[in-house]
């Protein structure tokens, strides 16, 4: 069963990135062939287990949305965990029996009941009384099995949970997420108690269950037997340990080695009696359950001297105050910067440069400042912006005092444009993800576009950085070298001027001749007349290159740069006004880009979906029953072969065919 679940979700996050890239992002990564075979092996797998998880292809669970969430009391209190922080007094606790030692996760408790083989209700834990009802937003968690082949009722509990890994990625995506999503847990508990499963959904949530409450007709001995049950039934449960008093202190230092590389947010570990009769017999006293107790990990702390105070900028406009200081080895790292997070913090502390500090990582993960010693206060609040050197204004929201950049124009504010600077259909600089972005403006590396050019002066900060080193700043660099040669359509579109994409800069530097100058004056009588550039864009168009700020902003990027204004007439147009899209592997062209740029220079445009305004779909699998072929035959646009289209190349210029 064990290689069965395996094989499962193997096939269920390929078949989902197969399915991703060609909805989503137009390219293919196997054969409509390979996908079919591969949902067919899923389906039979699911049918031999009766394990069908949420995330599978196979069921369409669709999206609700609440107005509210329903509240339900438990059955009975569910209570929280006594603490420890020492390993003698845990094995005291233990005494002979053994137990089992697994994670404490730091999520969001949820109890699920199956019956009849489905997910009938999922519940938080709220406050130990009274839940919410999140059954929708359950049945999009990313690995909770929707149906198991257990048919009688089932009652789990289990941690909902978002990895660090994904949290990263969310929380560079997110507008705002400064002011709303300090950590995965909190960006867990807004994601599960949503009232649209479906921004559940793309949160990636998944759970692990930890405790089986009750399974109708079945009684088992011990908890690892539950966990192992469990297992069988499609749950991933938490990693664990089986422990006595003999190897508790050695199973204690294995998740401790592993904490710092775990995926999982933690705030400690878990241990329970593995006899499950013998815990029941425990009892229970008015705030703690006696079969189980929890370790938190003791803090080691160091002291070391207060160096400076960075003022970190966010998108935001929020200015978060990062303490830098001598370096110190805390849990087997060094560590050099702890944020403070506020004003009130900073100013609680009493900080000043200089002073003997106390620090600490808050669960062996996070650098955080524990005491100061010396409490100088000799810190002035910063009255500019590290970013843009405007105003900064002192808010208070909450009783907490926050510093925020009071400028809209900050770059800091502005990290999606430039985001969109760098991608790949823009100045293509590879390396530069948005959360690396972030840091750069944050620390003051970057202040315009032209900064990103001058960044090898930071070589000593950045190859310091978490995340980089030098590798990887060598390959920023050589990155940013290719960057620096481009062509006038693609710094047009990596400019971000509003509703000109990659086609119309293409459109506009071809009127202009690739002409950087004439690009930059052309007047909105000029851009009218190219073929598919509106009033509308044409306004914004002028309107952003009328503004003094961005022409100077764009001078000294182009001091940066290399631009290759070399320019060739073209040909007959004759796709002017065509509509292609391209779907599918190809035979003749090198990729799907070589085949747009073909169609682009003969006067077409190639898009990314069917659409009535679609004039041709390219695929060479005509029989395809792929989403894009069955909304072209609704439409009636031509389903073409890419042989079929070198025909029709025929009619031009043969020098494409």
Known sequence: MEDKLKEIREKVALLNQAAKAYYQESREIMSNLEYDRLYDELEQLEKETGIVLAAS???????????DLPKERHPSAMLSLDKTKDTAQMAAWLGDQDGLLSWKIDGLTIVLTYRDGQLFKAVTRGNGEI????TPNAKVFANIPLRIPFKGELILRGEACIHYSDFEKINAAIDDVDARYKNPRNLCSGSVRQLNSKITARRNVHFYAFALVSAENLEMETREQQFQWLENQGFQVVEYKMANQANLDDQVRWFADHVENNDLPSDGLVLIFNDIAYGRSLGATSKFPRDSIAFKWKDETKETTLKEMEWSASRTGLLNPVAIFEPVELEGTTV???SVHNVSILKDLHLGIGDKIQVYKANMIIPQIAENLTKSGNLDIPDICPVCGQKTTLKKENDVEVLYCANPQCLAKQI?????????????????????????????????????FRLKQYRNEITTMEG??????ENLMNALETARRVTPDRLLYSLGIPGIGVANAKLIAKACKN?????????????????GIGDVMATAYVDFFGKEENRKIVED????????????????????GKTFVITGSLNHYENRDALKAVIEQLGGKATGSVS?????????????????????????????????FLELLKSGDETYA
């Open 57 to 67: 292809p196979t069921v369409n669970v669709g999206y609700e949305v609440l107005s």
């Open 131 to 134: 839940g919410e009802v999140i």
């Open 336 to 338: 050099s910067r702890a």
């Open 416 to 452: 999606k444009s430039l985001t969109h600077f760098v991608s790949r259909n823009a100045m293509n600089i590879d390396g530069l993800s948005e959360a690396s972005l972030e840091k750069f403006v944050a620390r003051g590396y970057i202040h315009h576009l032209g900064d990103l």
């Open 468 to 473: 980089f080193g030098q590798k990887s700043f």
């Open 515 to 531: 002409n950087w100058a004439k690009m930059q004056s052309v007047t909105e009588e000029e851009l009218a007349e190219v073929h």
């Open 557 to 576: 990027l182009l001091s940066q740069l290399e631009l290759d204004e070399s320019f060739e007439e073209t040909k007959a147009q004759i796709f002017d």
């Open 612 to 644: 009535k305004k679609t004039d041709y779909l390219i695929n060479n699998d005509i029989a395809s029953g792929s989403s894009k072929n069955k909304k072209a035959k609704e439409l009636g646009v031509p389903i073409i072969t890419e042989e079929a």
